[in-house]
């Protein structure tokens, strides 16, 4: 492209919260970096993006730096995706796909700009790769778990002789740079009879890859150093993380604007504020997680026997959704007054960065997990599925920087457990270890995207890239 003129790139997201933060955080670092955004997702977020974020009053340019746009996904704001999963991704990948694309057609960009040099898209929306290619677009996809995941799932997808014998549970699958992983540890979708929709999803996409000229991850080298080296020859994926708001490393957050879906309730900010150092367990399972009756039972009776501050984050339903949510259980939160705070949503980024915080009872969520990793707050892990249990793995085998609760078989962690090991993590004699062992990695993340760090290299060689491309 000629000199002088502004590169604009799109990025395209599902109406998921932890897919919407890392792309929004990449486009953050991208207008640091004199780029133009254009951020498209479905009506869903903008109708809760207008309910619940002061800073966005629904016009397109954002500080015309960053452009916000929206498709239908073939279903109106009420229907319950939750209940109806299927016909909520089909009607996506039959009318919302048309939508998109009639979308991307139709766009004229800020300042007059009408033509993207990207397009970077959400691993759960694979035929937007499609898409692009139609649109002559060249992408990259942005990958949201850790890079041992798209390793794990890249073998599964290419039939690579490993993945033969899931059905037996005693099974060992050894890949290099990651623990020996029983296979309760992989994936769902790799299980024999696992989630047949997240199935198809990653059998699309890791099709659809192939014709990607990018794969970048959302965290940082020194987090998986053997095993992207060992990726690098067949399967380069370039870390370009950790992608957590900028305020948590230090820097000024180059747009000011959040796509928040559910309002934070900045009250416990002030309610942590008068908690002592190191004292409250910060309890979150992420935005999608609805636990059962007895997960929040046993939480709430190994909260109050262990007596320690805590502030938990339960949410509520979604709109037009069935969904039950668990109740506490009955005189709780009379019983906590004032050691403990339930909300339905925080800024999680904010809580983990606060002097209060001394541990994170977490599903293991990626972002979660990267969110607390810049915080050098350690873990408990409670996982549930996808990515979660070897995401939980890693932290015991690798990451050594806190504990995984044993969970039964029906995905309950008993009383005990959990007692144990919120002392383990605050008070056990391998404590103090595992908060040196979260500090060494909040240097080293904070290090990747300063001035010469990795995942700052790695982002200035794609814009390299970018300048460099033959339109
Ligand atoms: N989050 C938040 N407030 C909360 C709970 C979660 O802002 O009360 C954010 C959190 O910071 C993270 C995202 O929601 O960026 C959750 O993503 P993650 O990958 O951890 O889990 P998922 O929701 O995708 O299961």
Known sequence: MSSGEKMNVLMVSTALQGHINPILKLAKRFIQKGLHVTIITTEMVRDRMLNYNNDYDGTINQEQ??????????????????????????????IGSKNLSNLIQ???????????????????????????IDHNIPTALLWIQP????????HYHNNIDLFNNLEDPNEIIQLPGLPLLEVKDLPSYTFPYGAPRTKQVMMELFHAAKNTKWVFAISNYDLEEEIIDYMASSIPIYPIGPLVSQFMLGENESIG????????????????????????????????IVLSQEQV??????????????LWVIKPSEKGSED??????????????????????????????HHAVACFMTHCGWNSLLETIVAGVPVIGYPKWG???????????????GVVLNIGEDGVASVEEIVRCIKEVMEGLSSEKMKKRALKMKEESRNALEDG???NNNIDQFINDLKNLDH
């Open 147 to 154: 890079c041992a995941l798209y390793l794990i799932s890249y």
């Open 387 to 401: 990515d979660q249990p070897t995401n939980a793995k890693i932290i015991v085998k690798k990451f050594q920087n």
């Open 324 to 353: 039950e949510i668990p109740e506490l259980p009955l005189g709780f939160l009379e019983e906590t007054k004032g050691k403990g705070l339930v909300v339905k949503w925080c800024n999680q980024e904010k809580v983990l960065m």
């Open 65 to 94: 730096k960053i452009q916000f746009e929206f498709f239908s996904d073939g279903l109106t704001l009420e229907f319950d995706r939750n209940k109806d999963k299927d016909k909520f991704i089909s009607t996506l990948r039959t």
């Open 453 to 455: 760090g990795s995942s």
């Open 106 to 132: 139709n766009l004229t960009t800020i300042n007059g700009h009408k033509f993207y040099t990207c397009m970077i898209v959400d691993p759960l929306l694979p035929w937007a790769i499609d898409i692009a």
């Open 257 to 288: 604007i959040n796509m928040n879906m559910w309002e934070a309730e900045d009250s416990c900010i002030e309610w942590l504020d008068k908690k002592s150092c190191s004292s409250v367990i910060y309890i979150s399972f992420g935005s999608v």
């Open 297 to 310: 039972n046993n939480i709430a009776i190994a909260l109050k026997n262990s007596d320690k501050e805590f």
